[in-house]
């Protein structure tokens, strides 16, 4: 028999309620029905507007919120959270790297107890064990021995990135849940935080759900690519074929509306523009 | 290119500039700054030795009675008695030394009221916070209620009811000022709680009493301390107002609002028997005040000039 799919999903429903009290109770359907599946070491991109419930399925993944119908499968084991709650060796398969560097790391905690908390919580390991692994794990993330000591506020976003990606590989998870983990990143680091990623997947060889709005990124990055739009997957297939001809109108919608980045194009505009100031003087 | 072998090129993104400032330090230096925090300090921390070492400082015992030199003026009011700086009191009492040991009930009222008020304000603040839906309603109103009254009624009313003492009136005091501490606290929770990094410590598996002492409490400790110290001095008022009342602390304790109730009816025969202790209980008071201001301004981000 083959090896379960890591993670999969069968109609999986989410709803929040708003108001209640004095207001009128209204129910927003976040999460429309959402089937999945992803084989180990590979990577599915989850596109879509903000909105679209992109986050709300990466909690729900993550074992943060339940569902409120559906099933979550991870590596063919059901999961209710509702109802029975998170053993920790369940909790230790799925691990989250957050959007936001500056939000995602405790200001008070140093990175090194950053790096060992999640075995302290997880493991039997002696202090000294967690200590070596959390430095070994700084060190393969791109990081110096000298910033185990220091805060997260003496770093900067790229670096932060790094730490929450180290913090989540720290237990060595199955799935890893990237929640737009380069967005908020400058173009050359992104590519830095990408290109680690990818060294961290085929090493541990870890399945992820890489979240996105951002095609020139999924593009890079994805195996399979599912395209949301308003709590719903519209279209869900293999990276190649959907960047060739996608099929569904706001998929084709999505991919005009991501700017083109052609630095010939925009070297001729400056000039243009220094051109034309030259002679207006 | 791998980023992971490739530490220098984050270094070289780094500039080499001066290691970075620990953030106690850099408060340190805002503080030291500000010059009415700084005088605070001194004082205050000149009340405590005084309180340390009140039996080595102190002329005389608190309670001996100079039966040959009652209600005598202080030094440099016509009719002195040499041996009695601040002058005595109607039972010929030394007023100075009476100050000196009562700087130590002053001190003990106000750390002992704002730790019972602290401790029990933040753990009813962060289960309310935390846990949210009808533990905090509940908690809330029952916090409400208590801050609905006037704080020194409420405690005048707590002291009528367990009986007059020293330490019941702290208790009563605690009592009062502790929802201040239990709002504090919930609000700070309550928007910490769905930070990201709090998201993550659960996800690596954390249980709710850990993520609500280690995680998220220490990030909440800024405005808690800026409240204990003003806490502090509000104790030190109230308790004095209770020992004025004759609720508090009992004759002969050299407390300082006993000492004023003791000297009422000297107000228009002998002033300094009310004036040095109304005088003490306000340089102190005013010495924390000062401190609290200045942490405030340290601690909280939106009022520091960067």
């Known amino acids: ?9 069968r109609g999986i429903v ?8 004095f207001g009128a109770r209204r129910v927003v359907r976040a999460l429309k029905g959402i089937d999945l599946k992803v084989e180990r070491g590979k990577t599915l991109a989850v596109v879509g507007e903000s909105g679209c419930g992109k986050s709300t399925l990466a909690r729900i993944i993550t074992m943060i919120d339940p569902p409120t119908g559906g099933t979550l499968l991870i590596e063919g084991r059901e999961v209710d959270i509702a109802r029975h709650g998170v053993s920790r060796e369940m909790r ?11 939000g995602s790391l405790n200001p008070r905690q140093k990175i090194g107890d950053v790096l060992s908390e999640p075995l302290k919580l997880n493991t039997d390991f002696s202090a000294g064990d967690r200590r070596d692994r959390a430095m070994a794990m700084l060190l393969k993330v791109g990081l110096r021995p000298e910033h185990f000591n220091r805060y997260p506020h003496m770093f900067s976003g790229g670096q932060r990135q790094r730490i929450a990606i180290a913090r989540a590989v720290m237990v060595h998870p199955v799935l890893l849940v990237l929640d737009e983990p380069v967005s908020a990143l400058d173009l050359s680091v992104q590519a830095q935080i990408l290109n680690l990623l990818q060294d961290l997947q085929d090493e541990f060889s870890l399945t992820y759900v890489f979240i996105s709005h951002d095609l020139s990124v999924v593009r890079h990055v994805a195996d399979d690519v599912m395209v949301m739009n308003k709590g719903e997957a519209v279209e869900y297939r293999s990276r190649d074929d959907i960047f060739a001809a996608p099929e569904h109108p706001y998929t084709r919608t999505l991919f005009a509306a991501t700017p083109i980045i052609d630095p010939a194009r925009i070297r001729a505009r400056v000039e243009a523009k220094a051109t034309r100031a030259v002679a207006g003087q | 290119m791998s980023a992971t072998d490739d530490p220098d090129l984050l270094s070289a993104s780094r500039p080499a500039g001066p290691a970075p400032v620990s953030p106690w330090l850099e408060n340190w230096r805002y503080f030291a700054g500000n010059r009415g925090a700084l005088i605070g300090l001194v004082v ?3 009340t405590v030795l005084i309180a340390i070492f009140a039996p080595l400082i102190a002329p005389h015992d608190p309670a001996q009675q100079f039966r040959d030199a009652l209600l005598a003026p202080p030094f ?17 009492r030394d007023i100075l030394s009476r100050l000196i040991f009562g700087a130590r009930y002053s001190l003990m009222i106000g750390l002992v009221v704002v730790t019972l008020a602290l401790v029990t304000g933040i753990v009813v603040g962060l289960v309310a916070g935390y846990f949210g839906g009808w533990v905090d309603a509940l908690i809330m109103r029952i916090m409400d209620i208590i801050l609905a009254f006037p704080s020194l009624l409420l405690a005048l009313v707590l002291v009528a009811i367990i009986g007059p003492g020293l330490f019941n009136a702290m208790l009563a005091i605690a009592v009062v000022l502790q929802p201040h501490f239990a709002r504090l606290t919930r609000g700070a929770v309550m928007a910490e709680k769905n930070r990201e990094y709090v998201m993550a410590a659960r996800v690596a598996g954390a249980a709710n009493l850990r993520l609500m002492f280690r995680t998220i409490l220490p990030n909440c400790l800024g405005p808690l301390i800026v409240q204990a110290t003003l806490s502090f001095s509000n104790a030190i008022l109230e308790a004095a107002a209770l020992g004025f009342l004759g609720m508090g602390a009992q004759p002969p304790t050299p407390e300082w609002g006993t000492m004023l109730a003791e000297a009422r009816e000297f107000i228009q025969s002998a ?4 004036t040095m202790p109304g005088l003490a209980i306000l340089i102190t008071v005013l010495a924390i005040n000062l401190i609290g201001d200045g942490l405030r301004d340290t ?3 939106k009022l520091k000039r960067s």
């Open chain 2, 44 to 46: 205050f921390l000149l």
């Open chain 1, 1 to 9: 028999m083959s090896e379960p799919p890591v993670l999969e999903t």
């Open chain 1, 92 to 102: 230790r398969k799925v691990q989250i790297v957050f959007q936001n560097p500056y």
């Open chain 2, 271 to 274: 002033w300094w028997v009310v």
């Open chain 2, 299 to 301: 601690l909280d981000p």
């Open chain 2, 76 to 92: 440099w009011v016509e009719g002195a008695k040499p041996g009695f700086l601040l002058g005595t009191d109607a039972l010929g």
């Open chain 1, 14 to 21: 989410r709803d929040y309620v708003s108001g209640g009290g």
